[in-house]
């Protein structure tokens, strides 16, 4: 009788044992695929957004760490960018993004701060820019919403290996004529500009699909309201102040 007794014991301590074992383990388990950690402060230069896959959709980074681009699978070469945050679609190429910068230069100091949107596999076309140049006291500044747009049959990878080819021409008149051919057919157009300009003048500015001016309605630097249009020359053919 005592020998059963016994046994039982040991079985009801096994089976004890083994249910907590279990739990544990079920526990971390579950701790283990819902790992979230809290914080309430860091330091980091870069974190990258990725899919499950290892596609990759936001960076926020500082300058020297900044993502150099992605367009089809493929990283742009290394080079300096301003700290921020940028974006990618779903197929990981890159898509818009908010930078901002101070700079020391030669003549005096740039600063400021764009948001973007770019067209599908290609560069910006919807910005909200604030841009500054100092100069001793003295600060001159566009600010604004631009809406810009690319030919239809353009790209950024066809352009840059446009350009690239050009850039290997070693008669520097020829090659600039042939950059130059290749900015006006294939480069961005701006259609229209809401905002102050560099000369002070503050409105709104519509231009066609080539980014001819056709119509602004704005005030001066002087303070004076004006309204013109323009034709296919660029010649103002109404005006009104």
């Known amino acids: 009788m005592e020998k059963l007794e016994k046994k039982v014991k040991i079985l009801t301590y096994y089976a004890f044992a ?4 279990l739990s ?10 819902n790992d979230v950690t ?3 402060e860091i330091n ?7 899919e499950k896959d290892g596609t990759i959709r936001m960076v926020i980074s500082n300058k020297e760490l900044q993502h150099s681009g992605r367009m089809n699978g493929k990283d742009a070469d290394k080079r300096e960018r301003p700290a921020g945050l940028l974006f990618f679609n779903d197929e990981g190429d890159e898509c818009g993004g908010l930078i901002y910068q101070t ?13 973007t949107m770019d067209r599908y596999k290609d560069d910006q076309v919807l910005q909200i820019l604030n841009d500054e140049f100092i100069q001793k006291d003295k600060i001159m500044s566009q600010r604004g919403l631009f809406i810009n747009d690319f030919p239809s049959n353009s790209n950024l990878e066809t352009r840059n290996k446009a350009i690239q080819e050009a850039q290997k021409i070693s008669d520097e008149k020829t090659r600039n004529e042939k950059l130059s051919q290749i900015y006006q057919s294939q480069g ?22 080539n980014g001819m001016p056709k ?3 704005y005030v001066d630097e002087k303070g004076n309201p004006k309204i013109q249009t323009f034709n296919d020359k660029g010649e103002i053919v109404d005006f009104i102040k």
Not at 103 to 115: F, L, R, V
Not at 188 to 209: E, V, Y
């Open 18 to 21: 083994s249910t907590v074992i």
């Open 24 to 33: 544990l383990m079920l526990l971390f388990s579950f701790k283990k695929n």
């Open 38 to 40: 809290n914080f309430d």
């Open 44 to 50: 980091v230069k870069k974190i990258n957004i990725i």
């Open 103 to 115: 700079k020391n230069t030669e003549n005096g100091k740039i600063a400021g701060m764009s948001i």
């Open 188 to 209: 961005s157009k701006n259609l229209l500009f809401l905002g102050k300009t560099k000369g002070n003048s503050q409105g709104l500015f519509i231009a066609d699909a």
């Open 215 to 217: 119509m602004m309605i």
